[in-house]
């Protein structure tokens, strides 16, 4: 995708399906050529689940061992059942299926379980995701059904993780795949789109819809006026796009909860954005609700922290209210931010001024940023909103701020673990600020390796704590996703999304979608 952000995902069942289904659709439930065509906002960087496409499940190409239902909780794919976990958590035994078949017709063995993992582990393929499977001491095969996972210490996600896509031993094919998904490959038009076809022998029985194509469009309103038109029978688009859609004949519009937070990213070594003060002070100005009621139309809620209050790890400490400009501004005077003749706050000669990236095709981040400016200006911080691509946005993360997106409904382990660890700051967009705090550092060590649910609870609840009082990122709102969908079916069931959601959201269970006539 965009980013190399498609890392994350795990368990959690404690979660609320809040989701707003919005007119009442009639019209044709599938095209004439049974094709449905999706329209997507972006394009995949491959297509090889080795190298960090779609491991959440979701993709339709591929199965892993395990699945994910919409109200988050994990069941058996490849597996024929629950895996089996020895007494010191440090082995983790899987049984496949019986009569598992590749879409060009091979059998499916544990060969490949092991393989896949294998590959994904060596650095020599440089897959973004190989961090996450860190844990893994080494994968075994000792029988054609039997996979044996050993652990170097025990990983609570592990079983979490085992939604990675099997790809067929000895091939790491990036454009051509084959998987054993619902769907088939048939084709990819960089640029244009990637075609799928059923699979009539698909395990989980055959899709009632013949023919997928995934349409590139990453333009908003041009998503938004290809739904409108009928060139899409399905598209994502933020929630402004959305609102002339709302009501039309022929289509339903959803509003799925997610855990997709949109937060102002902060390099901790600069002089001004590295002052605690600042970035608390910057937070306490903003105004999120009237984000969340003007920019996000509704469709969303204000954040305060990184992990959603509809999921059992919340925190409920890691609260908020109202903008407050006046505590804001006082915290600035108490830590010698004094305002200059231009209103602007400085100390020792520093100007309280930063730039704050977003990328420049993305509206909804435009419009966070200038928002969270204004709030600032008023508190005597000068924040200048600077749209910019993704490589020059890579480029300067340890020296400007930058509107991002993050967030799971899963396991916490799931991005915070690269987000906040010292080990991985300035990697990329892992830990991009340079945040560096050893308490976070063992609180996300304990909460990765503890088997018991009481400990890893305290763990995550204490982190958050702390990344709060730190301010490492300021929050500003938690989406919804919304979903446009031409015509009538039965079996659409949303969830709760992740960031990541092209390869997944509403869309992983189309297989089972069934039009009404």
């Not at 689940?49 to 591929?62: C, K, N, R, T, W």
Request: aromatic share 8%.
């Amino acid at each position: 995708m965009t980013q190399l952000l498609q890392k994350y995902a795990t368990l959690c069942a404690a979660l609320a399906l809040a989701v707003t289904a919005c007119s009442a659709p009639r019209g044709p439930a599938t095209a004439p050529d049974d094709t449905f065509v999706i329209g997507l906002s972006s394009e995949f960087d491959n297509l090889s689940p080795v190298l960090g496409f779609s491991p959440d499940g979701g993709s339709l190409i591929f199965d892993g061992l395990m699945s994910r239902a919409p109200d988050l909780t994990l069941r058996p794919a490849l597996a024929a059942d629950e895996p089996v976990v020895a007494e010191d958590g440090k082995s983790v035994t899987f049984t496949l299926r019986e009569g598992l078949k590749f879409h060009d017709g091979k059998p499916l063995t544990s060969q490949d379980v092991e393989y896949t993992y294998e590959a994904l582990l060596d650095p020599a393929n440089n897959s973004t995701i190989r961090s996450d499977y860190s844990a893994i001491e080494d994968v075994a095969a000792p029988d054609a059904r039997t996979v044996v996972f050993r652990l170097k210490h025990p990983y609570a996600p592990l079983v979490q993780r085992t939604t990675l896509g099997i790809v067929p031993k000895g091939t790491l094919e990036k454009t051509r795949p084959v998987g054993s998904g619902p769907y088939r490959f048939v084709s990819w038009t960089p640029g244009d789109k990637i075609v799928l076809e059923a699979d009539k022998e698909y395990w989980g029985g055959a899709p009632a819809i013949p023919r997928l194509v995934l349409a590139f469009a990453p333009d908003d309103n041009v998503r938004a006026t290809r739904i409108r038109a009928g060139d899409f029978d399905a598209t994502v688009l933020p929630p402004k796009a959305a609102t002339g859609l709302r009501g039309q004949a022929g289509l339903t519009v959803y509003d799925v909860p997610s855990a997709d937070y949109r937060a102002v990213m902060f390099p901790m070594t600069q002089p001004v954005t590295g002052d605690r003060a600042v970035r608390r002070a910057f937070s306490l100005a903003l105004d999120r609700q009237a984000m969340a009621d003007t920019i996000l139309a509704g469709a969303g809620t204000p954040a305060y922290g990184p992990i959603s209050p509809d999921t059992g790890w919340h925190n409920p400490e890691v609260t908020g209210g109202a903008a407050d400009p006046v505590a804001a501004g006082k915290l600035l005077d108490e830590a010698g931010w004094i305002p200059g003749e231009d209103g602007i706050r400085e100390k020792d000669g520093k100007k309280a001024q930063f730039t704050l990236m977003y990328p420049a095709g993305d509206s909804l981040r435009k419009e966070l940023a200038l928002a969270a400016a204004s709030d600032a200006k008023r508190i005597g911080l000068l924040v200048e909103p600077a749209g910019l691509d993704w490589d020059a946005i890579e480029a300067r993360l340890g020296e400007d701020a930058a509107v991002m997106g993050f967030g799971s409904p899963y396991d916490p382990d799931y991005v915070n673990y690269e987000l906040f660890h010292s080990d991985f700051k300035g990697q990329g967009f892992l830990n991009p600020g340079r945040y560096d705090n050893p308490e976070v550092d063992r609180l996300l060590e304990q909460g990765r390796a503890a088997g018991d649910k009481a400990e890893r609870e305290r763990a995550y609840t204490g982190f958050q704590k702390i990344v709060r009082d730190d301010e490492v990122f300021s929050y500003l709102v938690f989406l919804k996703h919304v979903y446009v969908v031409r015509g009538r079916y039965e079996g659409i069931v949303p969830g709760v999304d992740a960031h990541e959601h092209a390869t997944g959201g509403l869309f992983a269970g189309i297989h089972t979608w069934k039009p009404v006539a």
